[in-house]
């Protein structure tokens, strides 16, 4: 089965630091999704063509015949990965206006992968702050690891490693991999039987007896 992925990115720039994140994103989840046996087609959006259309959307409630193809391939994919710029502190009006076309819960359980460029790392909280009551509004189903570079990231691993650890909890939403859920059990208690090769002991069994409390407290 061919998965298609569509990246919508906002840069204002040519070129722009948002398309090149936007397509090292789409890399990495086309290498994932080849991985596990699978094919994807990757479409990009890019708004600042559609800035006028967009404006005028607004306006007028009547979507152009290019934007309309555009909501249409965002609609129709499997899984969004989605790049913005930072503009004070939040993503900017033209990424924001582009999904303000869509209706709650036009992107139900889709799985999408949030990411943003800006000038400092700083900003990265934006990811959390605004991208992701965003989508969530629109009932998408949003990765837990968001990408935000800023402007020394580029060239380094620590980038490359997020890009990564991204693309591969999007293509696990994607294909349902069960793996996901053994791969983010690092954060709870091992398996029974693996507490007991560990030598793993449940620190709640020295908890005393609450009679035995109440009765020293008496006493």
Request: charge should be negative; glycine fraction near 8%.
């Given at each position: 089965m061919t998965r298609r992925i569509?990246?919508?990115?906002?840069?204002?720039?040519?070129?722009?630091?948002?398309?090149?994140?936007?397509?090292?994103?789409?890399?990495?989840?086309?290498?994932?999704?080849?991985?596990?046996?699978?094919?994807?087609?990757?479409e990009v959006v890019e708004l600042r063509p559609l800035a006028?259309?967009?404006?005028?959307?607004?306006?007028?409630?009547?979507?152009?015949?290019?934007?309309?193809?555009a909501i249409e391939k965002v609609?129709?994919?499997?899984?969004?990965v989605v790049v913005t710029p930072v503009f004070s502190g939040s993503y900017s009006g033209l990424f924001k206006s582009f999904f303000d076309?869509?209706?709650v819960g036009a992107l139900d359980g889709k799985p999408v992968l949030v990411a943003a460029t800006g000038g400092s790392s700083r900003h990265s909280l934006m990811l959390d702050h605004a991208?992701?009551?965003?989508?969530?509004?629109?009932?998408?189903?949003?990765?837990?690891?968001?990408?935000?570079?800023?402007?020394?990231?580029?060239?380094?691993?620590?980038?490359?490693?997020?890009?990564?650890?991204a693309a591969a909890e999007l293509v696990a939403a994607l294909l349902g991999a069960a793996a996901g859920a053994s791969a983010g059990r690092s954060?709870?208690?091992?398996?029974?039987?693996?507490?007991?090769?560990?030598g793993f002991?449940?620190?709640?069994?020295?908890?005393?007896?609450?009679?035995?409390?109440?009765?020293?407290a008496s006493s």
């Amino acid at each position: 089965m061919t998965r298609r992925i569509v990246a919508v990115t906002a840069g204002l720039s040519e070129p722009s630091s948002t398309r090149l994140l936007a397509d090292r994103l789409t890399e990495a989840v086309d290498r994932h999704v080849t991985a596990h046996g699978e094919a994807a087609t990757i479409e990009v959006v890019e708004l600042r063509p559609l800035a006028k259309l967009i404006a005028e959307q607004m306006l007028t409630r009547f979507p152009s015949g290019e934007l309309t193809a555009a909501i249409e391939k965002v609609l129709s994919a499997d899984a969004l990965v989605v790049v913005t710029p930072v503009f004070s502190g939040s993503y900017s009006g033209l990424f924001k206006s582009f999904f303000d076309n869509l209706d709650v819960g036009a992107l139900d359980g889709k799985p999408v992968l949030v990411a943003a460029t800006g000038g400092s790392s700083r900003h990265s909280l934006m990811l959390d702050h605004a991208m992701r009551p965003l989508f969530s509004y629109l009932h998408a189903s949003v990765v837990p690891t968001g990408v935000m570079a800023a402007t020394d990231d580029f060239g380094t691993t620590g980038l490359d490693r997020r890009v990564d650890r991204a693309a591969a909890e999007l293509v696990a939403a994607l294909l349902g991999a069960a793996a996901g859920a053994s791969a983010g059990r690092s954060g709870f208690l091992p398996a029974e039987g693996e507490q007991r090769e560990a030598g793993f002991t449940d620190r709640f069994d020295e908890v005393p007896d609450f009679t035995e409390l109440l009765r020293r407290a008496s006493s």
